[in-house]
């Protein structure tokens, strides 16, 4: 089993749609959790961080169950620049150190 | 944040070369990383970049194969040794800001290598 797994994708969208990615991870003692965005050719960019049950910005959503060890990034009103690829990140390290994982990213298509 | 510089952007290079890869951060920062990102692929973490001490190689990943400097607390870099195809990948950097979430990282623009 992979240490974070992601819905493969890709999700072709309508602008103003509402879409949801999933993420499961393994490690039940990791603590923190991201979300970033990655387009094509760049670096991945930071959209969200969760430390407790969730975190909101905007039309952005990350909600984090740790007994089902599951994350999720809602984007509401999709805009044709949010168009790009996800990254699940979990934090697996411990006591100051840290390791990030990433999942293989979820492709998002958001069309006029 | 952190704003994070690398270079080269890119570079070709020849089989059984070695190319270095430098990383600036803007200011000082507790830790640096560096990943790779294979074609097509998520990232994978080489190693932590340690400052004044040897790197900490993840498995898989060796120091004769991809040396690791970090002389301070702004600066880093990365050489691949005796290239070869295979090693054809994206390779960033990341650090983590010294306040606030330390466990946050932020990611330079990346380094392009192909090796011929």
């Known amino acids: 089993r992979k240490e974070v797994e992601q819905d493969p994708g890709p999700f072709n969208v309508p602008e103003g749609a509402t879409v949801a990615f999933n993420c499961t991870y393994s490690n039940s003692a990791s603590q923190s959790f991201f979300w970033y965005r990655q387009d094509c050719r760049k670096e991945p960019k930071l959209l969200m961080s969760?430390?407790?049950s969730g975190n909101e910005d905007g039309r952005f959503t990350a909600q984090l169950n740790r007994a089902s060890q599951y994350i999720s990034l809602l984007i509401r009103d999709s805009k044709l620049s949010d168009s790009a690829t996800y990254l699940c990140v979990v934090n697996v390290g411990s006591g100051g150190y840290n390791k990030l994982i990433f999942g293989a990213g979820t492709r998002l298509a958001v069309h006029p | 944040s952190a704003v994070i510089s690398q270079k080269p952007s890119r570079d070709i290079c020849q089989r059984g070369t070695s190319l270095t890869i430098q990383c600036q951060v803007d200011?000082?920062?507790?830790?640096m990383f560096w990943y790779r990102q294979q074609p097509g692929q998520s990232l994978t973490l080489i190693a932590t970049a340690n400052q004044g001490s040897e790197a900490t190689y993840e498995s898989g990943f060796v120091i004769d194969k991809f040396p690791i400097s970090r002389p301070n607390l702004t600066f880093s870099t990365l050489t691949v040794s005796n290239m070869s195809p295979e090693d054809s990948s994206i390779y960033l950097c990341?650090?983590?800001?010294?306040?606030?979430?330390?466990?946050?990282?932020?990611f330079g623009p990346g380094t392009r290598l192909t090796v011929l």
């Open positions: 990341s650090a983590n800001p010294s306040a606030g979430a330390t466990d946050t990282q932020y």
């Open positions: 969760v430390y407790s």
């Open positions: 200011s000082q920062v507790t830790m």
